[in-house]
């Protein structure tokens, strides 16, 4: 798939820190009418451009994070700003900052069983001075970077944005703006602006339709000497207007959507890497709606793996025939779901000529976890197993089929007699198999068990068999 490992992007913009108290709330306080929280564990999570950068670093590119944190009285990081820049390093990202007495911007939300109780904003207007130190990070840094990123949320990080985009166009480097406010007249020139439908209808007017947005967005482009301009749409997808080309329309790529939090933060992450990689804006722009089709499925202020995105680029083009990951990708995907707190559930077999008794079994082992992997026999493995006459249909046409089934969530391929190498490299969660086995005959078990994982024994159905079809089919 997409290789973004060479893209350079330089983000810039307001940064802010995260913060999630959760706790039972067992009672009311005798104080005043409010629950009491007891507070069991904290999470810290970066926002605004901050979130844009880890996004844009998840997708294997390389970031670097301009922006404005607190400064303590002896002239160090405040707290905050610490945990901020903690949370970048420790995902590849570059930082420079700008430091400010005004602090650094902390939203933090109380939460209990999965209910936000309350959220209390620490922030003060950023001063003139920090944000003119932003110019100046940005005339240091520019040259290094293919596409520079605008993240405006109106915290005054970007006062002065007019500057920043003259110093890359001087530098002959891109810029995309996610613009914030009434007056886009700040974002002149900009290669490319980035609003929402709210914000865009603030700005020109009611547009109910695609037509009117394309008319809307065309004046826009010309009135701002842009070379275009992305409408966001929520569930009508996106719509990218540009001087010269067709207008380019995308419907929403979601199925289920529980958490819209950051998710323009992905887009613009998305857009912007695959802009840097030499991806056409309309290319770039499908890659950004298959991202935010994957992020809108997280729950708070998320990131999407290249990994992830990978994943559902393969399922949208699966009408074009099967694509199966490989070994790597699907130990990045096993990763992610567990530190998710979704349970992996893993099994193996030829499956030669599916039937119903092996879609039952599926859907059995599928109930014991979150995910489902099947790791299948490839073709030289069955014939070790099964004779020369095995498999009927090839390892391709297998995982095409297994693929299609609701309850699956990977599959992969191994040309072992048994998959215990997989199984010892994945870690699985619950490692699962049909027969007459015990526990500690399976293959793999013991890995399971050392990493703190289940060994679970299923039947087979009774009547069901590959064999026998194969024999009734020769038969008759």
Known sequence: MHDFSQSKILVVGDVMLDQYWNGRAGRISPEAPVPVVKVANEEMRAGGAANVA?????LGAKACLLGVIGQTEEGGQDQHGQQLTHLMHQAGVKTDWSLSPSGTICKLRVLSHHQQLIRMDFEEPV????AQVLVDLVKKHIADYDVLVLSDYAKGALQFVEQMIAVAIEANVPVLVDPKGLDFSR???????KPNQSEFEAIVGQAVDDDA??????KLIDDLSLQALLVTRSEHGMALITQKDTPYL???RAQEVYDVTGAGDTVMAALATGFASGLSLQNSVHLANQAASVVVRKVGTSTVSKAELDEAIKADMRHKGYVAMNED????LVKLSQKNGEKVVFTNGCFDLLHSGHVRYLNE???LGERLIIAVNSDESVKKLKGDSRPIVGVDGRMELLSALSCVDWVVSFNEETPERLICKLLP???VKGGDYKPEEIAGAQCVWDAGGQVEILSFWDGYSTSKLVDKIQTD
């Open 54 to 58: 880890l996004n844009v670093a998840a």
């Open 127 to 130: 001063p003139e001075v920090p």
């Open 187 to 193: 974002y002149q020139s900009a290669t490319l602006i």
């Open 213 to 218: 947005v394309v008319e809307k967005a065309s």
């Open 250 to 252: 995308l419907k929403s």
């Open 329 to 332: 990708e699907l130990l990045e």
């Open 365 to 367: 082992a599928a109930k």
């Open 429 to 431: 969660d619950v490692l």
